[in-house]
DNA sequence: TGTTAAATTGTAATGAGTATAAATTGGAAA
DNA sequence: TTTCCAATTTATACTCATTACAATTTAACA
């Protein structure tokens, strides 16, 4: 845990608990759910303070954010690139384990590629077995 | 363009402004960029009716939106299936002309897919050609 | 032409994210 | 250990994209 801080960042309690938060929770939070759970525990906790959390670890490129929900961004710790899938009905965020061979043609069109993100939006499978009764 | 209307969709002037503005600017505007050049040729013309149009549009699959910038919603012409590439340095959204062959892999899941959004971000190749000057 | 449901308009409200400045603190130097 | 300061946290105010609402207007049909 700590060691991920060697990235020249100061280790802080709050900084540790975002971290933890998102490593134990991979269900692509919000900036809120973080806030809300972890005040419990640690009820001196400011909202900019995770604002702040996770923008520096962001820009450290431990987490990432996706923008597959319309209104507000989710965080993911970042592991191996994978792809997203936004069930419309139950709201949930599931990963796609999968690479994108497309970017090769992307680069190929003389553009610079940082970032991947591949949402896809629908009806998961758990719903669609649900629907089936 | 009342063609298109047989959505079986009220023609008002405002949508039809709407979807000539989409049509003849494919840059991926934003509701208020609409909105700000449509209100010159119409003054009367209300910011809540260009969100209203774009959203019923957008329930009829005539249009899309898309979430590649992380604060605000973008628009889009619905066309052929195609990718999108923002560029971190001039902030243009260009269209990346490809299909995804990952949409199979996500069906197979169990999954239902309904939308498929593919984003890339990073320098384009203008910006690129312009750094090397 | 008259009628009415649907669309438009203006205004107020919501809510995610940002700006700011004062108080606190991690960690290096003494 | 103690001191010290830049980095961080906190509380609060603010921005601004989007939505809610209610009154007014209008497209389309008889
Ligand atoms: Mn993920
Ligand atoms: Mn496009
Ligand atoms: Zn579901
Ligand atoms: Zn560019």
């Known amino acids: 845990m700590e060691i991920l801080k060697q990235n020249q960042l100061k280790i802080t309690p709050q900084r540790l608990a975002v971290m ?3 490593d134990e929770n991979r269900t692509h939070p ?10 419990e525990k640690n009820p001196s906790l400011s909202k900019t303070t995770v604002y702040n959390s996770l923008d520096t670890l962001q820009n450290h490129n431990i987490i990432q954010s996706i923008t597959i929900s319309p209104s507000e961004l989710r965080y993911d710790f970042k592991k191996s690139m994978h792809h997203h899938f936004l069930c419309k009905r139950c709201g949930d965020i599931i990963d796609i384990e ?3 061979p497309n970017i090769k043609k992307t680069i190929d069109q003389g553009h610079k590629v940082e970032e991947v993100h ?3 939006k629908g009806i998961c499978k758990k719903c669609m077995e649900k629907q089936e009764k």
């Open 30 to 39: 919000t900036a809120d759910r973080i806030y809300t759970d972890l005040k």
């Open 98 to 100: 999968l690479e994108c």
């Open 20 to 22: 933890k938060y998102l």
């Open 118 to 120: 591949g949402y896809f």
